[in-house]
């Protein structure tokens, strides 16, 4: 695109001459003066999106008022990034990419295309309004108990509805056929009549503030549809024929002209057919049509010599010759000429019929949405039936309190394989907002941080949610790590994808955030995780106003702590705290779900009692045989309980792996060997730190006996 369309007098002159040139408009000159306020940058933007668009023939589309619309920081939705969509499967599954799985799919019980890409939309973007949440609430009660009423008779008709939306956009940007046409305003109309007919019963007898708005204001935004469906010829429309497409003509001048036209060289060849009987003496004589060849004059051949030499021969056969006058030659002509002259006309009156029509688009164009918020409002409801959902309440301020909360999706799964075990969720504010999660690999722990994720968010949406009760306060964005994922194209490992979504939430994450965090700092060697997972967790703790690389430095520092072999674990944490909290000097309190494998995280809890909660998903241990050797076994119980778990339990999925046995024994045997040399470490770490707060005689003595065993085994493992 050329740079001068950025100029500010070129950008001017072109959105000046775009609103000037529709006169029947009465909104362009508002919608003017409202452009040529805006910014410099943004007018000559606009102007650029206008050239863009006209290329298309969809210019039309920036004069619909519903186009220009005030870009608010003021958080009226629960931000929900694309890695949170993807991270908490919201439209698709991440195994094989498809709906099934999604939070979508368990919700869409809408019946149109138009309400399906609605509450799409409702998704993707939650209410931060509690009003308008409770609005939404208070409609899914009231049409919990309409089976039988008009109101479902209205939602059954949903199911032979078009796609309205598109439709509407289609005939509004003069790309539609006559058959679209038709089925768009004729179900239009439809819905108006049935609408009629519901308007009085919901005045008198609906509660609902919204399912008033919705079903009142339907007639009246589709009231001038009836006149233009009474204008279309049903029968010309379904066969595409705009030459017999209109019914009162009164309207259409032009075209009722050219058909006079038509019908005046009709009347002259009928009239013609006198002087033909004559010549041919023949009183039946007259016009056939062969092959598309019309008003032909059929002789037969026996009677050739009544035929005058000028009259033109089109055709014969055995038995008859057909001829053409040079009256039919000439009239027929003018005929032919007149029948394109009428396509034109008719196509010229089309196009006009569709810009009157395009007036009302507006108007027809929310009325659809309605509709579409009726079809999800419905959906809602029936997901809002289902056993075991409960009307969430909200607060003002920020926690989570869910009793014997379930996951929507992996509850519909295994519904038909098991039962869902539950499982409680309380996050404050101003108590404990932060939960470590630990526990055994296959535990449930990733399937916990999500639940809790998505009931927050169909409640947000103004949906009932899976669990006995639920109390949350407004949240304003949910942030997610989860996963492992690189970009080779890029040259962007899985640690590198890992850490800058981290940083994103770092930089982005408020006091009114959900911040979930699965595993960071797994893709490194386990000091640097360690020391980021630490770092980062802290963070949510006591937030801090500095850059991106300060917290890299501070992660820097507590990786050359973790190395140093002569501090002990319990000097080690108030340490590494004491270095944060030098930076960090804001709170956020943030509400955080952290799923964590580093026993040094859960530490934090002594560091910070009233803030940071240790649970675990719990499990059964118990001994079991593979030919010659013996191991624990587990059993996940999927029961989210207080407290850390003590070990991850990776070999157990190794075996239902089926990892090969010689490797399990090896593994097995290294593990043992590990942990011992942990606990004798942990040990002497208790020592060392009993130590260095004695004074007093014998403890050069101790020191010594301390330092020896620390050689010995440096010995053994060299």
Same mark, same amino acid.
């Given at each position: 695109?050329?740079?001068?369309?950025?100029?500010?007098?070129?950008?001017?002159?072109?959105? *000046?001459?775009?609103?000037?040139?529709?006169?029947?408009?009465?909104?362009?000159?508002?919608?003017? *003066?409202?452009?040529?306020? =805006?910014?410099?940058?943004?007018?000559?933007?606009?102007?650029?999106?206008?050239?863009?668009?006209?290329?298309?023939?969809?210019?039309?589309?920036?004069?619909?008022?519903?186009?220009?619309?005030?870009?608010?920081?003021?958080?009226?939705?629960?931000?929900?990034?694309?890695?949170?969509?993807?991270?908490?499967?919201?439209?698709?599954?991440?195994?094989?990419?498809?709906?099934?799985?999604?939070?979508?799919?368990?919700?869409?019980?809408?019946?149109?295309?138009?309400?399906?890409?609605?509450?799409?939309?409702?998704?993707?973007?939650?209410?931060?309004?509690?009003?308008?949440?409770?609005?939404?609430?208070?409609?899914?009660?009231?049409?919990?108990?309409?089976?039988?009423? !008009?109101?479902?008779?209205?939602?059954?008709?949903?199911?032979?509805?078009?796609?309205? /939306?598109?439709?509407?956009?289609?005939?509004?940007?003069?790309?539609?056929?006559?058959?679209?046409?038709?089925?768009?305003?004729?179900?239009?109309?439809?819905?108006?009549?049935?609408?009629?007919?519901?308007?009085?019963?919901?005045?008198?007898?609906?509660?609902?503030?919204?399912?008033?708005? =919705?079903?009142?204001?339907?007639?009246?935004?589709?009231?001038?549809?009836?006149?233009?469906?009474? $204008?279309?010829?049903?029968?010309?429309?379904?066969?595409?024929?705009?030459?017999?497409?209109?019914?009162?003509?009164?309207?259409?001048?032009?075209?009722?002209?050219?058909?006079?036209?038509?019908?005046?060289?009709?009347?002259?060849?009928?009239?013609?057919?006198?002087?033909?009987?004559?010549?041919?003496?023949?009183?039946?004589?007259?016009?056939?049509?062969?092959?598309?060849?019309?008003?032909?004059?059929?002789?037969?051949?026996?009677?050739?010599?009544?035929?005058?030499?000028?009259?033109?021969?089109?055709?014969?056969?055995?038995?008859?010759?057909?001829?053409?006058?040079?009256?039919?030659?000439?009239?027929?002509?003018? $005929?032919?000429?007149?029948?394109?002259?009428?396509?034109?006309?008719?196509?010229?009156?089309?196009?006009?019929?569709?810009?009157?029509?395009?007036?009302?688009?507006?108007?027809?164009?929310?009325?659809?949405?309605?509709?579409?918020?009726?079809?999800?409002?419905?959906?809602?409801?029936?997901?809002?039936?289902?056993?075991?959902?409960?009307?969430?309440?909200?607060?003002?301020?920020?926690?989570? +309190?869910?009793?014997?909360?379930?996951? !929507?999706?992996?509850? $519909?799964?295994?519904?038909?394989?098991?039962?869902?075990?539950?499982?409680?969720?309380?996050?404050?504010?101003?108590?404990?907002?932060?939960?470590?999660?630990?526990?055994?690999?296959?535990?449930?722990?990733?399937?916990?941080?999500?639940?809790?994720?998505?009931?927050?968010?169909?409640?947000?949406?103004?949906?009932?949610?899976?669990?006995?009760?639920?109390?949350?306060?407004?949240?304003?964005?949910?942030?997610?790590?989860?996963?492992?994922?690189?970009?080779?194209?890029?040259?962007?490992?899985?640690?590198?994808?890992?850490?800058?979504?981290?940083?994103?939430?770092?930089?982005?994450?408020?006091?009114?955030?959900?911040?979930?965090?699965? +595993?960071?700092?797994?893709?490194?060697?386990?000091?640097?995780?360690?020391?980021?997972?630490?770092?980062?967790?802290?963070?949510?703790?006591?937030?801090?106003?500095?850059?991106?690389?300060?917290?890299?430095?501070?992660?820097?520092?507590?990786?050359?702590? *973790?190395?140093?072999?002569?501090?002990?674990?319990?000097?080690?944490? !108030?340490?590494?705290?004491?270095?944060?909290?030098?930076?960090?000097?804001?709170?956020?309190?943030?509400?955080?779900?952290?799923?964590?494998?580093?026993?040094?995280?859960?530490?934090?809890?002594?560091?910070?009692?009233?803030?940071?909660?240790?649970?675990?998903?719990?499990?059964?241990?118990?001994?079991? *045989? +593979?030919?010659?050797?013996?191991?624990?076994?587990?059993?996940?119980?999927?029961?989210?309980?207080?407290?850390?778990?003590?070990?991850?339990?990776? $070999?157990?999925?190794?075996?239902?792996? /089926?990892?090969?046995?010689?490797?399990?024994?090896?593994?097995?045997?290294?593990?043992?060997?590990?942990?011992?040399?942990?606990?004798?470490?942990?040990?002497?770490?208790?020592?060392?730190?009993?130590?260095?707060? =004695?004074?007093?005689?014998?403890?050069?003595?101790?020191?010594?006996?301390?330092?020896?065993?620390?050689?010995?085994?440096?010995?053994?493992?060299?």
């Amino acid at each position: 695109m050329d740079d001068t369309v950025f100029e500010h007098s070129h950008a001017v002159q072109a959105v *000046t001459e775009f609103f000037g040139t529709d006169k029947d408009s009465s909104h362009d000159g508002e919608h003017l *003066t409202h452009i040529l306020a =805006l910014p410099l940058p943004v007018v000559a933007c606009f102007a650029a999106l206008l050239r863009y668009l006209r290329e298309f023939g969809l210019e039309n589309t920036l004069r619909a008022q519903t186009s220009f619309q005030k870009i608010s920081m003021a958080g009226e939705h629960l931000l929900l990034s694309g890695t949170t969509l993807r991270n908490l499967e919201i439209f698709q599954n991440q195994t094989d990419r498809k709906l099934k799985g999604s939070l979508l799919w368990a919700m869409d019980h809408t019946r149109t295309p138009f309400g399906r890409r609605l509450l799409r939309h409702w998704l993707a973007q939650p209410l931060t309004s509690i009003s308008a949440i409770e609005e939404r609430l208070d409609t899914i009660k009231e049409l919990l108990s309409s089976h039988g009423t !008009p109101l479902s008779q209205l939602h059954d008709l949903l199911n032979h509805f078009p796609d309205l /939306e598109r439709g509407l956009a289609s005939i509004y940007h003069k790309k539609c056929s006559t058959q679209e046409f038709y089925l768009v305003t004729s179900t239009l109309g439809r819905l108006a009549n049935e609408v009629d007919k519901l308007s009085g019963t919901v005045e008198v007898r609906s509660r609902s503030v919204l399912l008033k708005k =919705l079903l009142l204001e339907l007639p009246q935004r589709l009231d001038p549809v009836r006149h233009f469906v009474s $204008l279309v010829n049903e029968k010309a429309a379904r066969e595409g024929d705009k030459t017999q497409l209109f019914v009162n003509l009164d309207e259409f001048p032009q075209i009722r002209k050219r058909k006079q036209e038509i019908e005046e060289v009709f009347m002259g060849l009928r009239d013609h057919r006198k002087e033909l009987r004559v010549v041919l003496r023949s009183p039946s004589a007259d016009y056939v049509t062969v092959s598309g060849q019309e008003f032909l004059i059929e002789v037969k051949n026996s009677l050739l010599h009544n035929v005058p030499s000028d009259w033109l021969k089109i055709g014969s056969t055995k038995a008859v010759s057909r001829f053409h006058t040079p009256y039919v030659v000439r009239e027929y002509q003018k $005929l032919c000429r007149l029948r394109e002259q009428l396509k034109a006309d008719a196509n010229t009156e089309w196009l006009l019929f569709l810009g009157r029509f395009g007036q009302h688009y507006i108007d027809f164009r929310v009325a659809v949405t309605y509709l579409a918020t009726f079809d999800c409002l419905f959906s809602l409801a029936t997901v809002a039936s289902r056993q075991g959902y409960c009307r969430p309440s909200f607060v003002e301020r920020s926690q989570l +309190e869910i009793e014997n909360g379930r996951h !929507p999706v992996v509850e $519909l799964l295994m519904q038909e394989h098991s039962q869902f075990v539950p499982n409680d969720t309380k996050l404050c504010a101003n108590g404990r907002r932060v939960m470590i999660v630990t526990g055994p690999n296959m535990g449930g722990k990733s399937s916990y941080i999500r639940q809790v994720a998505l009931i927050a968010i169909m409640a947000q949406m103004g949906s009932f949610v899976p669990a006995e009760s639920a109390h949350l306060g407004i949240l304003r964005a949910i942030h997610t790590r989860m996963g492992a994922s690189d970009d080779i194209y890029h040259g962007r490992s899985t640690f590198m994808e890992e850490l800058t979504e981290a940083s994103a939430i770092l930089r982005t994450a408020s006091h009114d955030s959900l911040v979930i965090l699965d +595993e960071l700092g797994r893709g490194t060697s386990t000091h640097d995780g360690v020391a980021i997972a630490y770092a980062t967790l802290e963070y949510f703790i006591c937030e801090v106003s500095i850059d991106h690389p300060v917290l890299l430095a501070i992660a820097f520092m507590l990786v050359s702590i *973790t190395f140093t072999p002569s501090l002990p674990r319990k000097v080690l944490a !108030p340490w590494c705290s004491s270095w944060v909290r030098l930076f960090f000097c804001v709170q956020v309190k943030c509400l955080t779900l952290f799923v964590t494998h580093y026993p040094l995280a859960c530490d934090l809890e002594t560091q910070y009692p009233g803030i940071v909660s240790n649970y675990h998903m719990s499990f059964f241990m118990h001994d079991s *045989t +593979e030919g010659e050797e013996s191991f624990q076994s587990v059993t996940f119980l999927y029961q989210l309980t207080a407290g850390p778990a003590g070990c991850s339990y990776g $070999l157990n999925v190794a075996r239902l792996a /089926e990892v090969p046995t010689p490797v399990l024994v090896k593994a097995a045997r290294e593990a043992r060997m590990l942990e011992e040399l942990v606990r004798a470490t942990r040990e002497r770490m208790k020592l060392f730190t009993d130590i260095w707060t =004695l004074s007093g005689e014998g403890t050069t003595d101790k020191l010594r006996h301390l330092l020896r065993e620390a050689l010995v085994e440096n010995e053994l493992k060299g």
